[in-house]
């Protein structure tokens, strides 16, 4: 992945009224810290950063941590928590596939949100602790809402809050924000949000894309004719003056849904304005796979590429979508994985989540591989968030949920630590997370789920 | 904040909420599971318990207000298929399909979804490169571009625009245009023309597919020269209404020329231009539409059955048990015209050669392709949709049948009434406990419920879905469960049955199956639930129905002139 060489966003419009203007090109260049990143992180090796989440389904094989039914039900017992804690731990059996990328984890941290009565599914893990992970609060107050279906969350998730975050991208935000990808596009049911991880606010999920092809074409296309696309820009104006109009007659949250709507297609406006500002050596056009290892392997490539020419430093990556039913039947796991949790079958759902480690070892890999001019990888700029949704599937224990960070986030986290709190603030990763991002973080977590504290010995 | 808290109120529903954690009102009372929408507070609330909550009104309506009041306007965004119905009828058929935000269905219906949802920023983007790719292909090809403009551009900006996009805005806001945007749009026309009058057109036609005011249907309504104290839908948002609720669609241009004469403010124009576009083919399609969401059919596109354990169940058997409920509900709505609460008990229905094979029944002329009318047995255990081969697959499970699953649906849908969810702390797994003794399906749920957590909802749920237990997996029909006698009695709210052919006649008297049809309809119909200040319309909308003897178009017909669907209240805080 050496061949891929960071270019600076530069306004094509900018550039194009020069060229009309006869005025010299380069005086309408981004200012110097984008166009020297690379020089700039040799002095100041975590600007920067790069945010990452890596989310799989139904938390990890469940153990006698996670409640007496579950270790009555545990033949192998706790295959996830190493057996050694602090630093250059010995990696448990389905850390082992990490292991390479120095990986550091955090166990026994669970969601503190308050569940109020009547509870309206608060306490259920695929919700509590699903919610928590990502946002750090509790879901609606409406809770599970019912029979909607719906699961919505009060705020941004952890991705979405950082990519909107002034103190992450301050003036010069990436031709894209965020890049919201997935790979299993088995959904636990049809009722809508239960297929996205990302949410820019309260129902407002991101979806993720599938498609190998859409994603090269969103990153890596550019339009032959780049005078049609400075037109598209420009009759983005005349759209928005269209909508002027309408925004003073709204109120409430038809207000709020059209300012989204017009707040993104700012936001689409600026990335066509920059969008002949791709990489400069551009990777071959994708295949495409069934399998979540395979199209992991297509997807990441693409993403290592894109984080290493600098189209974006936000991204979440659903390997698999909250109480999936993929049916991993090439491990010869013959019913949806949920069913299988449920049904309590121990041996089924370590290998498939051993499988589902092979996968994200195999996206780290791509950001290991990804290095800048100065040799600084992708993954050394990183963190990258490992979640899930509880600790286990069987009974939906939210005890010793599964966290694992990966990456440097240029020197702010120490990797290949093992930080153990039995019972700690599942929050506390979410300080830790933005401290090393060099968000000012005093406190995070709601409704219960505060706190000031980060993971000592992982932050660095 | 977002509007669930109105999307909260039941309406109409009858919330079991509280009578789940009752052990008594459930079963003993003649209203066992009604309690009003508003001592319920939301469709969400799990039972709190409280027993002033339960039982006690005689009408899921009880507390609604005297006099009807216009709830407040919402700002529905196109669903997916709307969209493409609108680019055809603005820009014909046979252009590609370009991919779109997917719809959320909240409540069942996707106009919910797209009253509530926000869109994400990968949507927006997608409109924007639809937007483009559409007008793209239609003003690259000359025959395309002349068909539509209907004259050819001198130079940009000149006459032949102007009319055009007089027209096409007119027809993609559903609304003449303003002069503003007149001017904004032949604007956009001349400055991105470049020279060529065609590519200013395609500009512009990709800037109006982009604006709100296309991709919104902005119904905010306007004084009322009747009642002060209220707004109501301009002519051009009625005939918004009026198509897509019957259409899926926009408005053609004899609907839009109805609502720029008036007409849609009078209860005789508003019904000859229903009946007009219920003549359509594009209602039947709409309608469809609407009674797969209701029926939640959706669901039957993601059942799965190993064709070892079931060699009957082959690869094209969901799709044959979706039309044959397709069919069945055309019939009730077009071809007779008839109490479509029949669905629930007829034994008319239609059968290709694969579901004669499954109900064991003779059906002349039905091949793999071809589906015949036929009439169930009088003395078989099939009558209803809730006795065929959707309903009764698509609520099991993939070895052993759901009675929670099926009671839940009749419930749910069929009556309108909430189920909870379990609590989260519950394990609800029904698999091979080995404490248990118990042998079927039945005995394994009756144990369960020995659970007093358990208790309050399933026996509430699983009695009416009992009923079903003749009916395995995929519908067929069966005398043993797991090798024993299958005991198919059950009750609903306390009247015993037995077998689901009980359940039919039950419910072809039952008020409450009418009843929920209005609501379903009119939360599909409006994008959102019923307001507590609109009971006193849909309480006269179900006296209507019940004089219509039931019958759908009917109940469409008495919709669309219903003052509920008619008028609107100010935007609060605009």
Same mark, same amino acid.
């Given at each position: ?13 900018? +550039?194009?009224?020069?060229? +009309? ?15 020297? $990143? ?200 005349? +759209? ?128 290991? $591989? ?32 599964? +966290? ?57 | ?8 109120? &039941? ?16 079963? =003993? ?10 001592? &319920? ?102 025959? !395309? ?28 806001? !559903? ?207 099939? &009558? ?26 009749? !419930? ?24 248990? =003794? ?49 005991? &198919? ?86």
């Amino acid at each position: 992945m050496t061949f891929l060489i960071r270019k600076p966003p530069i306004s094509r419009r900018t +550039v194009l009224r020069g060229a +009309v203007g006869g005025a010299a090109v380069a005086l309408a260049l981004p200012p110097l810290e984008a166009m020297f $990143a690379e020089e700039a992180r040799a002095a100041d090796p975590s600007s920067d950063p790069i945010f990452g989440l890596f989310y799989w389904a139904n938390g990890v094989p469940w153990h006698a941590g996670h409640g007496a039914d579950q270790g009555a039900n545990s033949p192998g017992g706790d295959v996830w928590t190493p057996p050694t804690l602090g630093a250059d731990f010995t990696p448990s059996p389905l850390l082992t596939p990490l292991a390479a990328h120095k990986v550091s984890v955090a166990t026994g941290l669970e969601p503190k949100t308050e569940v109020p009565q009547p509870d309206n599914g608060q306490s259920d893990g695929h919700m509590r602790g699903f919610m928590v992970a990502m946002t750090g609060d509790r879901i609606r107050p409406e809770g599970f809402d019912h029979p909607s279906h719906t699961l919505t969350c009060l705020r941004p998730t952890l991705d979405q809050y950082i990519a909107g975050h002034e103190q992450f991208y301050g003036n010069t935000p990436s031709r894209f924000r965020s890049l919201c990808l997935g790979v299993s596009e088995a959904r636990f049911h049809d009722y809508g949000h239960w297929n996205a991880i990302s949410f820019t606010g309260p129902d407002s999920p991101v979806g993720a894309i599938h498609s190998p092809a859409q994603l090269y074409s969103m990153l890596f296309d550019v339009p032959a004719d780049l005078m049609a696309l400075t037109r598209r820009v420009t009759l983005i104006d005349a +759209v928005m003056a269209d909508a002027e109009g309408l925004r003073g007659r709204l109120g409430g949250t038809d207000k709020q849904r059209l300012e989204a709507h017009l707040d993104h297609l700012r936001e689409v406006q600026r990335r066509l304005d920059l969008s002949s500002g791709t990489c400069d050596i551009i990777p071959a056009a994708p295949g495409d796979s069934a399998d979540v290892v395979a199209r992991t392997d297509i997807m990441a490539g693409l993403l290592a590429a894109a984080l290493n020419c600098g189209l974006t430093r936000v991204f979440s990556f659903m390997l698999s979508s909250p109480a999936t039913t993929h049916v991993f039947n090439n491990l010869g796991v013959p019913n949806g994985m949920h069913q299988v949790c449920h049904d309590g079958q121990w041996e089924h759902v370590r290998s498939i989540t051993e499988y589902q480690m092979l996968a994200f070892a195999r996206l780290l890999d791509h950001l290991a $591989a990804a290095v800048d001019p100065m040799g600084v990888s992708v993954l050394d700029r990183a963190c990258v968030y490992g979640a899930s949704e509880y600790g286990e599937g069987y009974k939906h224990s939210t005890a010793e949920m599964p +966290v694992v960070l990966a990456g440097g986030a240029g020197g702010k986290l120490v990797r290949g630590y093992h930080y153990r709190e039995q019972g700690g603030n599942l929050c506390k990763v979410h300080v830790t997370i933005l401290r090393a991002l060099g968000i000012d973080t005093p406190s995070y977590g709601f409704n219960g789920g505060e706190t000031t504290e980060h993971l000592t010995g992982i932050l660095a | 904040m977002v509007r669930f808290p109105r999307l909260g109120i &039941a309406g109409a529903l009858l919330v079991l909420a509280s009578a789940c954690y009752d052990d008594n009102s459930a079963r =003993d009372s003649d209203q066992p599971a009604s309690s009003s929408g508003e001592s &319920a507070g939301t469709d969400a609330t799990v039972g709190s318990g409280d027993p002033t909550d339960t039982g006690g009104s005689d009408s899921d309506s009880g507390d609604s207000p005297e006099a009807f009041e216009p709830a407040e306007p919402v700002l529905p965004r196109l669903t997916a298929s709307q969209y493409r119905n609108a680019i055809a009828h603005l820009l014909g058929p046979g252009l590609p399909g370009l991919p779109l935000e997917p719809d959320t269905n909240p409540y069942l219906f996707y106009n919910i979804g797209a009253t509530s949802t926000f869109i994400s920023e990968l949507g927006v983007q997608q409109y924007e490169e639809a937007a483009d790719a559409l007008a793209r292909a239609v003003f690259t090809d000359q025959a !395309r571009r002349e068909a539509l403009v209907g004259c050819v551009p001198l130079s940009p900006g000149d006459g032949c625009v102007q009319n055009f996009l007089a027209s096409f805005g007119r027809r993609a806001y !559903r609304r003449p245009l303003t002069g503003a945007e007149q001017a904004r749009w032949t604007d956009v026309a001349t400055q991105l023309a470049e020279g060529d009058a065609w590519r200013g057109l395609q500009f512009a036609v990709a800037g109006v597919l982009q604006s709100p005011h296309f991709l919104y249907r902005v119904e905010l309504g306007e004084p009322d020269p009747n009642d002060p104290t209220r707004l109501r839908f301009t002519g051009w948002e009625m005939a918004t209404r009026l198509s897509f609720l019957l259409w899926n669609g926009p408005p053609d241009d004899v609907l839009l020329d109805a609502a720029g004469s008036g007409d849609l403010h009078t209860e005789a124009g508003l019904v000859a231009e229903a009946e007009r576009l219920l003549e359509d083919p594009r209602a039947r399609v709409a309608l469809q539409e609407f009674f797969a969401q209701y029926l939640d059919l959706a669901r039957l596109d993601h059942v799965a059955r190993d064709p070892a354990r079931w060699p009957m169940f082959s690869p094209t058997m969901t799709a044959s048990m979706r039309t044959e409920v397709q069919l069945l509900v055309d019939d009730l709505i077009h071809r007779s015209d008839s109490d479509i609460r029949q669905l629930f008990s007829t034994r008319h229905t239609f059968v290709n050669a694969e579901l004669a094979a499954l109900y064991d029944i003779e059906a002349e002329g039905a091949s793999p392709i071809t589906f015949v009318p036929v009439d169930l047995p009088v003395d078989g255990p099939r &009558a209803g949709i809730l006795t065929l081969g959707a309903f009764l697959t698509m609520n099991a499970h993939e070895t052993i049948t759901s009675p929670t699953n099926r009671g839940k649906y009749v !419930r749910e849908r069929v009556l309108c009434q909430v189920i909870p969810p379990p609590p989260g702390d519950v394990d609800t797994d029904l698999g091979d406990d080995e404490d248990m =003794d118990a042998q079927t399906v039945r005995e394994k749920l009756e144990q369960h419920q020995k659970d007093p957590v358990c208790a309050g909802c399933h026996s509430i749920i699983d009695p009416p879905g009992f009923l079903f237990e003749h009916f395995d997996s995929v519908g067929g029909y069966r005398t043993l469960d797991n090798g024993y006698p299958v005991d &198919a009695s059950g009750n609903l709210d306390g009247i015993p049955l037995d077998g689901a052919r009980d359940l039919a006649e039950a419910l072809k008297t039952d008020p409450r199956v009418g009843r929920c049809i209005v609501n379903q309809l009119y939360r599909h119909a409006t994008g959102r639930l019923p307001a507590l200040s609109e009971f006193p319309a849909l309480d006269a909308l179900e006296q209507r129905f019940i004089k219509a003897d039931h019958r759908f178009k009917q109940l469409l017909l008495d919709l669309v002139v219903s003052e509920a669907f008619r008028t609107v209240s100010e935007e609060t805080d605009a």
